[in-house]
């Protein structure tokens, strides 16, 4: 699965305003909304299960990322929404450091080989040094659009 294949375009936040936790997972719910990905009904819903997943153990890895996420009835393919904080955000991360990158995902309850598949694509890259520094860097949609293309063709980071 290539990042590419689930990250929802109109839901790249390169600026994202919210510097708490709970706040940026709703602005990055509220991206999702505003691209016709999610109902604006379901938007608390999904709020409340991606911050209580939150509660029983941070999805704040180290390197100033997270990956929060959540499994549901209501999705039937697994998408995410990318967010780019400026100043950081406290996601309570391992590393107890900022999170400066963040890719919401959500995905179908009935499709575990799905969700994982997707937080591979995720997680591969998010660990790879280079790919976390421009992300960082990334100032609008259209670079984190190139950015994710690059990754996902195996070519290094521009």
Known sequence: M?????????AIVPNLVATKRDEAIRELLDALVSAGKVSADMRDVFATSIIAREKKGSTGLNHGV???????TTVKTAFAAVGVSRTGVDFNALDKQPVYSIILLLSPEDQPSAHIDAMKAIFT??????FRRFLR??????????????????????
């Open 125 to 130: 890259h998010l660990s790879k040094d280079q």
């Open 2 to 10: 290539k990042l590419r294949d689930i990250i929802v375009d109109k």
């Open 66 to 72: 997270a990956i929060p996420h959540t499994k549901t």
């Open 137 to 158: 860097q990334a100032t609008t949609t259209e670079a984190v659009l190139t950015l994710l293309d690059e990754a996902d063709a195996g070519q290094p980071a521009r």
